[in-house]
C-alpha cells in the first residue's frame, strides 16, 4: 500500500514539475525569447516526439534563431497541423536553396488563406523562388583564392589590383575606377533618392563635367562601377531585378548606338539575397574580387578574390554540394587553374599534374608539400586535409539520410533523426574548423616568409 502511494506522489509531483516546464516554456516563446524557450522546447519535443505542439514550437524557436536545417527537420515532424507550418517551410526552404520545395510549400499555404493581400505576397515569393531556381541551375564553378573579412568603410584595401588594371578609390561617398590610361572615370552619385552611374573624360590636363551613363544601363540604384581592360566590358552593381539588395551585373558597350547594352545578372554564386558588389578583373593577374556582406556582421563585409577565366565553368545541377556552392558555404580550390605565381609569367596547373593546390594568397599557390616554409603550417595542412575528408563524408552520409526522411515513413524517420539533427550540429563546426586552419596555414606561412627575407 506504502509503494501506491509513493508511485501515485511521485507520478502526481512529475506532473506538477512537467506543466512548470510548459507554461515556462509557453511564457518564453510568446515573450519572444526564443533561445530560452528553445532549451525547453527541445526537452518537451525530446519526451514527447509524437507532439505537434512541441515540435512545431521548437521549430519555430530554431527558426527564430537561424538555425534553419534543424528547424526544417522540427516542421515536417510536427506534422500538417498548424497551417502556418507550410509557409515557415517555405521560408526556410527559400533561405536554404531549395526554391523548388519552397514553391510547393508556398503554393500549399497559399490554398489555406482568403486574405487577398496575403496571397498576392505569397505568389510574389512563388515567381522569385521560381526565378532563383533558374539561377541555380548555372551556378558558376568558381576557384577562390583567398577571402578576407574587413569594415565596409575600407573594403577596397582587399583588391590588389596592377597599373593594367586602372585604379579604384572612395570617391564622393561612392567607389570610382579610373582606367589605365588615366583619361577616363566611371564613378556613382547619388541624385535624390536614387544612385547613378557617371563618366567623366579627360581632355589635356581637365576632367569634363561628369554625365550620367543613359538607360538601360542605369536602372534602379546603380553603383560601384568597374571597366575592363577592353574598353568594352563593365560590371557594376543594381538593385533593380535583383535576387535581394544590391547584384552584380555586366553590361559590354555598343560601339555603333554608342550606348551600353542592356544589363545581364552575372547570376551565382557571386549574386545573393545579400548585397554582393564591386567587381574588379584584372587579367594581368587572372585574379578577379567582389565583396558581399552576406553572414556578415552589421558593418562588416567579406571580400573574395578567384581565379579569373575566360571560358567559364559550371556546377553540374546534379552536384550533391550544388547549394552549397551557390551560397559560398563551399567552393573548390582544387580545379584546373590558370594563375600567376610569384614570377610574372603566367603558368598552367593541371590537377593531374598536381599532388593538390592550396592558395597562400591570390599570386602564390602551393602544389606540393616541399612547398610549405614552416613544419607547423605543413602539419596544419595535414590536418585540413583529414577534415576535408570529414566533411565530405559527413554531407554524403547527411545528403542519403535527409533522401530516406523525405521517402521513408514514420518509423525510418524517428529512427533517422536524431543522426541528422547530430550530423546538421557538427558539420558547422567543422566547417568553421576548416577555415580556421585555412587562416592559420597562411598566418603561418607569411610569418616565417617575413623571417626569412633578407
Not at 526554391?99 to 510547393?104: P, Q, V
Not at 493581400?117 to 531556381?133: D, N
Not at 551556378?139 to 573579412?149: A, F, G, K, Q
Not at 584546373?336 to 592550396?358: G, M, N, R, V, Y
Request: glycine fraction near 4%.
Amino acid at each position: 500500500m506504502r509503494r501506491y502511494w509513493l508511485v501515485l506522489l511521485l507520478s502526481g509531483w512529475i506532473g506538477i514539475v512537467s506543466a512548470n516546464v510548459v507554461d515556462d516554456a509557453t511564457s518564453l516563446f510568446h515573450e519572444q525569447r526564443y533561445q530560452e524557450a528553445s532549451l525547453l522546447y527541445k526537452k518537451l519535443a525530446d519526451q514527447n516526439p509524437g507532439s505537434s505542439l512541441y515540435q512545431y514550437r521548437y521549430a519555430r524557436c530554431l527558426y527564430e534563431l537561424g538555425q534553419y536545417e534543424q528547424a526544417i527537420v522540427h516542421f515536417q515532424l510536427s506534422g500538417e497541423r498548424y497551417t502556418l507550418r507550410n509557409y515557415y517551410m517555405g521560408v526556410l526552404h527559400e533561405l536554404t536553396y531549395r526554391f523548388s520545395e519552397a514553391t510547393d510549400y508556398y503554393a500549399t499555404y497559399a490554398e489555406s488563406i482568403e486574405e487577398e493581400q496575403k496571397r498576392t505576397a505569397i505568389a510574389e515569393r512563388i515567381e522569385y523562388c521560381k526565378r532563383m531556381e533558374r539561377y541555380l541551375q548555372r551556378v558558376e564553378d568558381v576557384v577562390i583564392t583567398d577571402s578576407v573579412i574587413t569594415d565596409k568603410e575600407a573594403f577596397l584595401n582587399a583588391y590588389h589590383l596592377s597599373e593594367e588594371a586602372g585604379e579604384l578609390a572612395f570617391e564622393d561617398g561612392g567607389v570610382s575606377h579610373t582606367n589605365q590610361r588615366n583619361d577616363r572615370k566611371y564613378s556613382s552619385r547619388k541624385m535624390g533618392d536614387s544612385i547613378a552611374i557617371y563618366a567623366t573624360e579627360k581632355l589635356l590636363d581637365q576632367w569634363t563635367e561628369p554625365h550620367r551613363l543613359p538607360y538601360p544601363l542605369n536602372q534602379e540604384n546603380c553603383s560601384y562601377p568597374y571597366l575592363m581592360s577592353d574598353g568594352v566590358t563593365m560590371y557594376f552593381a543594381s538593385t533593380a531585378n535583383s535576387m535581394g539588395g544590391y547584384d552584380l551585373f555586366i553590361t559590354r558597350y555598343n560601339h555603333t548606338a554608342d550606348t551600353f547594352m542592356n544589363p545581364e545578372n552575372i547570376g551565382m554564386p557571386f549574386n545573393s539575397p545579400a548585397n554582393d558588389y564591386m567587381m574588379a578583373i584584372d587579367e594581368t593577374q587572372g585574379i578577379g574580387w567582389w565583396a558581399t556582406d552576406r553572414r556578415q556582421e552589421e558593418g562588416k563585409v567579406i571580400v573574395y578574390s578567384f581565379v579569373y577565366k575566360d571560358e567559364k565553368q559550371y556546377v553540374a545541377p546534379s552536384d550533391s554540394l550544388l547549394r552549397e556552392k551557390a551560397q559560398m558555404l563551399v567552393y573548390n580550390t582544387n580545379k584546373e587553374i590558370h594563375a600567376p605565381l610569384i614570377t610574372e609569367e603566367k603558368q598552367t596547373i593541371t590537377k593531374d599534374s598536381l599532388l593538390f593546390t592550396f592558395a597562400i594568397n591570390s599570386k602564390t599557390i602551393y602544389t606540393k608539400e616541399s612547398d610549405f616554409q614552416s613544419e607547423k603550417a605543413l602539419t596544419l595542412f595535414h590536418e585540413l586535409q583529414l577534415t576535408e575528408d570529414s566533411i565530405n563524408s559527413m554531407q554524403g552520409r547527411l545528403s542519403d539520410l535527409r533522401q530516406q526522411y523525405r521517402t521513408g515513413d514514420t518509423e525510418l524517420r524517428n529512427s533517422i533523426s536524431a543522426e541528422i539533427l547530430s550530423l546538421e550540429k557538427q558539420l558547422p563546426l567543422q566547417q568553421i574548423h576548416l577555415k580556421q586552419l585555412t587562416l592559420s596555414i597562411r598566418e603561418e606561412e607569411y610569418r616565417v616568409t617575413q623571417e626569412v627575407k633578407p
